[in-house]
């Protein structure tokens, strides 16, 4: 396929990619991170860039539109006062140094690992989505010390190998911890920066043998400019189509549609 066809028909799967994450982010208050990733598997794929590194890939570009997407939502969360800088700085470290250890794993795994890895923790997401109550708590206060040490790594971790912010790991387990669910969504933007701005900047060092065009490291430069462009004019349809739905429905539906692209991406990765 010649080149300028190859990335016109590229640009225009991720125009409609970024468009539906938009609308998802905005219409769910989700990262677009967990519907990008299998996204920008399925479409490097169908273009031919399959290879044991193309999970690699589509986790490192996700994380890159996260730097953008998670800062503006942070300043917009700062300029409302919800954001708890306390919780945030004191739990900073810990989540880098696991999004750090998260591209070294990731990286030397092959790609059909990854996708089990994605499709597990996108099921475990799912199903807290769908079954989680507000009123559950594990404690009045979020934890320091020692259980901090050990939750937030874990945090940077998981969300790296899953090419996602901080929203999927870091909301539940502040919630769990009585923070209102508010300041929780808020500060969780700011634990997506933290995430990935190291990750992205350690993934852009490795070295990819078979990568869509315009490629660094690992981080596919015209799927991060698209995808940028285009949630920024669809997020806030979703959002305006957040108020006229049913929010417990809403979750529900996204709950059993994120069980099915875990289900998907798990047949994929055993070749069935």
């Not at 468009?19 to 991170?33: N, R």
């Not at 880098?96 to 099921?123: D, N």
């Not at 809403?250 to 055993?270: D, E, P, S, T, Y």
Request: proline fraction near 5%; include cysteine; glycine fraction near 10%.
């Amino acid at each position: 396929m010649p080149e300028t066809m190859l990335l016109v028909q590229m640009a225009l799967f991720l125009l409609v990619v970024g468009a539906f994450a938009g609308v998802l982010a905005g219409l769910l208050g989700v990262g677009g991170g967990i519907v990008l990733v299998p996204a920008f598997f399925y479409v490097f794929s169908v273009l031919g860039f399959d290879s044991p590194q193309l999970m690699q890939i589509c986790l490192a570009t996700s994380l890159a539109t996260i730097i953008v997407t998670s800062v503006r939502s942070l300043l917009a969360h700062h300029r409302k006062g919800a954001v708890d800088w306390a919780i945030l700085k004191s739990w900073a470290p810990g989540i880098a140094i696991g999004a750090v250890i998260g591209v070294m794993v990731a990286a030397s795994l092959r790609s059909g690992t990854l996708q089990v890895v994605f499709a597990t923790l996108a099921a475990t997401v799912a199903i807290y989505i769908t079954f989680g109550k507000s009123h559950w708590r594990l404690g009045p206060v979020m934890p320091g010390g020692i259980l901090r040490a050990v939750l937030s790594p874990v945090i940077g971790f998981l969300s790296v190998l899953m090419g996602i912010g901080g929203g999927s790991f870091g909301v539940p387990i502040m919630t769990l911890f009585n923070v209102p669910i508010h300041r929780a969504v808020a500060t969780a933007a700011g634990f997506g920066v933290i995430i990935a701005t190291p990750s992205v900047a350690a993934f852009m060092l490795i070295d990819i043998a078979v990568a869509p065009p315009f490629t660094i490291g690992a981080v596919n430069l015209v799927a991060f400019v698209l995808v940028i462009a285009m949630t920024l004019i669809t997020a806030p349809w979703g959002a305006a189509l957040a108020h006229r739905t049913d929010p417990i429905r809403l979750k529900r539906v996204f709950g059993a549609f994120l069980i099915l692209v875990a289900l998907n991406m798990l047949r994929k990765a055993v070749g069935w």
